[in-house]
């Protein structure tokens, strides 16, 4: 919902929700106020009918009784009423009263009258809500079904207006910060195109550089290729030599790892050397499960490795992309991280995040961060492959540092068509 329409809703929904709860409070004051009142006049009413009806002598007793009921009416207005002749109950109310000592509420008030009638000494005594329980409960129904009402068109129109938000989310992708992007378009001319073969650089790329800022980048779609078939490999059995050969020494210790470990003593973070094994080995995991996959370059110019700011961006990052083994120090002065299941979208606002964290973490350092930004996607390409395309989209980051952050996104469709003729 646009913002206007939802101030004027949430302005309406609170003044009906004030007119429900001072309905309420209003009414009861109202009834408490007159209650004194009321239950005057109710109880003469009583006591007035009560005696005309003993006072008649040429009716039966069980008649004397329906004129009385007739008289008392609705008993709602009443905490108990009993009538008594000559010391002898005939008419009680509720059926097991026992005494008015029982009844204690400040909301109850006693009436009692005695008078002859016919010849028998009559006593009338009663307890009358000056606030009738029965008046309680209406008044507190009719507010409850005002803010169950409204209670509920809120609800609605929360999951509705989430609903919408997450419908157009999945369609479009808006910017907050001006940044670029540029499309890698497979042509007619790269069908021989091999992972192994890079394509050199010139004036004539067929890489194209886009401007996000203020437009909505649609999601194209994109259709799995099929997958290859494996064809048989012929295995050919190899003849061992005949002749005899030393036994070779075996060596005490092997090591997997260089002599300086798996991480950097300066950043904590894996060594540029061992980048490119890591990178293929996720993206074999990545293409087997069908999962996309981000690489992102960072270059922070103007702060050395050894800088005890580095170690701190470095530890931010570390928690960033929650696993110390994908991040690699990259050539001088740059971060090299990976992360699982992130298309370029999320990605690009990924990277906007980390190049302010840095910023602010570096304070008055002031170096120059910028990042570039590639994913997977559909495609089946090379760790090599991907690196180039993070470090292009790094130079095209420096050339406008008011965007420091530039998303590489492959054109979906030609790829789709590429692999098809291949």
């Avoid at 329980?133 to 409850?144: L, R, V």
Wanted: some cysteine; aromatic content about 10%; overall charge negative.
């Amino acid at each position: 919902m646009k913002k206007s329409i939802t101030i004027i809703y949430s302005v309406l929904a609170s003044l009906v929700l004030i007119f429900a709860i001072a309905f309420f409070a209003v009414n009861i004051y109202n009834e408490n106020a007159h209650g004194e009142l009321r239950t005057e006049v109710r109880f003469e009413k009583v006591a007035s009918g009560v005696k005309a009806a003993l006072g008649k002598s040429n009716i039966t007793a069980s008649e004397k009784t329906r004129q009385i009921e007739n008289t008392i009416g609705d008993t709602k207005d009443f905490a108990y009423i009993k009538i008594m002749a000559d010391n002898k109950v005939i008419y009680l109310f509720p059926q097991d009263f026992e005494s008015e000592s029982n009844i204690n509420s400040r909301f109850i008030i006693a009436k009692d009258r005695n008078f002859n009638a016919n010849g028998s000494r009559v006593n009338i005594s009663c307890g009358l809500y000056s606030l009738r329980p029965g008046t309680i409960f209406e008044y507190a129904k009719i507010s409850f079904f005002i803010i169950l009402i409204i209670t509920l068109l809120t609800i609605i129109l929360i999951i509705y207006n989430n609903h919408f938000d997450k419908s157009s989310a999945k369609k479009t992708y808006k910017s907050k910060n001006p940044k670029k992007e540029f499309i890698y378009k497979i042509t007619e001319e790269d069908e021989g195109f091999d992972e192994e073969d890079e394509p050199e650089e010139d004036d004539d790329s067929e890489e194209e550089y886009v401007s996000t800022s203020d437009e909505i980048i649609e999601e194209v779609p994109v259709e799995t290729a099929e997958p290859v078939e494996e064809l048989p490999v012929e295995t050919k059995k190899e003849e061992l030599p005949v002749q005899d050969f030393e036994p070779v020494e075996i060596q005490k210790e092997a090591k997997p790892v260089s002599e300086n470990g798996l991480f950097s003593a300066d950043t904590g973070l894996g060594w540029e050397s061992y980048l490119m094994t890591r990178l293929d080995n996720e993206l074999n995991r990545a293409t087997a499960s069908e999962l996309d996959l981000a690489l992102f370059v960072i270059k922070i110019d103007g702060i050395g490795r050894k800088n005890p700011v580095m170690k701190k961006i470095c530890e931010y990052l570390t928690v960033e992309f929650q696993f110390k083994d994908l991040l690699f120090e990259y050539k001088d002065d740059s971060i090299c991280g990976i992360k699982i299941s992130m298309d370029i979208d999320n990605a690009v606002s990924f990277a906007e995040k980390l190049v302010a964290e840095i910023k602010n973490i570096a304070g008055e350092e002031n170096p120059t961060v910028l990042t570039g930004v590639t994913t997977r996607g559909i495609r089946m390409v090379s760790g090599e492959r991907l690196l180039k395309e993070a470090d292009e989209a790094v130079k095209h980051a420096a050339e406008d540092t008011a965007n420091p952050v530039v998303g590489f996104r492959a054109d979906a469709v030609k790829y789709r068509k590429f692999l098809e003729k291949n």
